[in-house]
C-alpha cells in the first residue's frame, strides 16, 4: 500500500498549485516511515521524483528548464532518512518534529544548491545568505504543504490500516 501512496503524491504534484505545496516531502517522509526495505524507500520515491521532474520540465516548461537537480534530489532523500526514525515509534508529536525537521532540512540542502551551482548569488558568506532570505517565503509554503500532506498521508495510512484490521507503523 505504501507504493500507492507514491504514485498519488506524484500525480498531486503534476496539479496545479501554489509554490512548494507539494506532497513530494511528504511522500520522502513517509516512504521512509513506511516501505518495508530501507533502500527501497529512498529509491522508489527518487525514482519517481526524477521521472516526474522530467515530465514537469517537459510538458509544463517546454524544456526551458533543466531537469538534473541533484541538490532538490539530495535535501528529498534527506527527509526520508528523518522518516527512517519513525519507523519504530510513530506519535503525532514525532511526526510533526519530523515534518518540520524534514522540511528545514530540504531548505538549507536545496538552496544551499542554487547558491552553488547557480550565478544568482556571488559565491561568499554573505552571498549564501541573500540566498537564504530570499526563499524563506518558499520555506512558509514548504512547511504548510508538508504539514498538511503528512497529515492527510499518515492520518489516511493509519486509518486504512485500521479498517483493514492490520497492524500500522506506531499503531
Known amino acids: 500500500m505504501p507504493l500507492l501512496y507514491v504514485v498519488l503524491a506524484v500525480l498531486l504534484r503534476l496539479l496545479p498549485h ?9 511522500m520522502f517522509l513517509f516512504s521512509g516511515a513506511t516501505f518495508q526495505r530501507k533502500t527501497s524507500s529512498l529509491l522508489v520515491p527518487l525514482l519517481a521524483l526524477v521521472i516526474s521532474d522530467i515530465v514537469v520540465i517537459q510538458v509544463l516548461y ?15 532523500v534527506s ?3 528523518v522518516g527512517w526514525a519513525l519507523r519504530a515509534n510513530l506519535s503525532p508529536s514525532r511526526l510533526l518534529s519530523a515534518s518540520l ?4 532540512l530540504f531548505f538549507l540542502i536545496s538552496n544551499f544548491g542554487v547558491w552553488a551551482s547557480g550565478d544568482l548569488y556571488p559565491r561568499t558568506w554573505s ?4 540566498c537564504y532570505a530570499a526563499a524563506i517565503p518558499f520555506f512558509r509554503n514548504t512547511v504548510l504543504g508538508d504539514l498538511f500532506y503528512v497529515i492527510l ?4 495510512y493509519h486509518w486504512l490500516g485500521h479498517q483493514r484490521g492490520t497492524r500500522v507503523a506506531g499503531a
Open 127 to 130: 552571498g549564501l545568505l541573500a
Open 62 to 76: 517546454g524544456g526551458q528548464h533543466p531537469w538534473f537537480s541533484p541538490f532538490t534530489w539530495l535535501g528529498f
Open 153 to 156: 498521508m499518515f492520518g489516511s
Open 101 to 104: 525537521t524534514g522540511s528545514l
Open 18 to 26: 501554489p509554490w512548494n505545496v507539494t506532497p513530494i516531502g511528504a
Open 79 to 81: 527527509i526520508g532518512l
